[in-house]
């Protein structure tokens, strides 16, 4: 089975400064990973995701991720945020083999917020 | 095009009663999915169905039951609503060896 910790419940942050979202992972077998935002009163939108290959992942809106096996970890940046920005963030994690007994984990989620 | 939606967007009913959320996809997906996200947006797997076929039961009450008459439809009904259903509902999809999935809009869902 595979769980995620999201570290920080709340990131509040000023417009334009740059921002990291932790999550750490565990899992005994290979995993993809995904971080998805919801913004509020919304569904959920993916972000980015990793799944093989380089592990810096560049996503939408300016955010990148970057995959790190030895410390688990798959942490979201952004070099400058909007107000626009504001949202939660949900890192979650599945087996990497696929197929159709596929299910995401999720992390409780960070909700960050950009204030002017 | 809405690629998931669902309906209906918020539903507000008494504790005991049976109610129902319906979801369609457009995608042409094998495998759809409810999750559950409680008051403080915790988010976890009910259901999976793969081309109409139960695969994941996450140990959700019986009350639940999910429907899936074709591969683009996956409903949930609710039998003798409880207060602690009061939750948002999201259906998602994905193919089958897939890694992406796509959520809908959400359900509110309010047990008074």
């Known amino acids: 089975a595979q769980s995620v910790t999201q570290l920080d419940s709340q990131v509040p942050v000023f417009e334009e400064a740059p921002v990291e979202l932790r999550c750490n992972y565990s899992?005994?077998?290979?995993?993809?990973l995904f971080w998805y935002v919801q913004y509020p009163n919304q569904g959920l939108q993916l972000l980015l995701k990793?799944?093989?290959?380089?592990?810096l992942v560049k996503g939408i809106n300016g955010f990148e991720a970057e995959f790190n096996k030895s410390q688990t970890s798959f942490h979201l940046r952004k070099p400058s945020v909007h107000i626009s920005d504001t949202a939660e963030y949900f890192c979650?994690?599945?087996?990497?083999?696929?197929?159709?007994?596929?299910?995401?984990?999720f992390g409780k989620g960070t909700l960050l917020t950009v204030n002017p | 095009d809405t690629a998931v939606s669902q309906t209906p967007k918020y539903l507000v009913t008494q504790m005991g009663n049976d109610k129902s959320i319906k979801c369609e996809q457009n995608?042409?997906?094998?495998?759809m999915y409810w999750y559950k996200q409680d008051s403080k947006k915790f988010l976890k797997i009910m259901f999976s169905?793969?081309?109409?076929?139960?695969?994941i039961n996450e140990t959700v009450p019986n009350r639940f039951s999910p429907k899936s008459p074709d591969k683009a439809h996956l409903n949930l009904h609710i039998n003798s609503l409880e207060l602690g259903d009061s939750a948002v509902y999201f259906c998602?999809?994905?193919?089958?060896?897939?890694?992406?999935?796509?959520f809908g809009p959400g359900t509110r869902l309010t047990v008074l």
């Open positions: 899992s005994s077998v290979s995993v993809y």
């Open positions: 979650a994690v599945t087996k990497g083999s696929g197929g159709s007994n596929y299910k995401l984990t």
């Open positions: 990793y799944l093989s290959g380089s592990t």
């Open positions: 998602a999809s994905s193919q089958v060896s897939g890694n992406e999935q796509f």
């Open positions: 995608l042409g997906h094998d495998t």
């Open positions: 169905y793969n081309n109409k076929e139960l695969i």
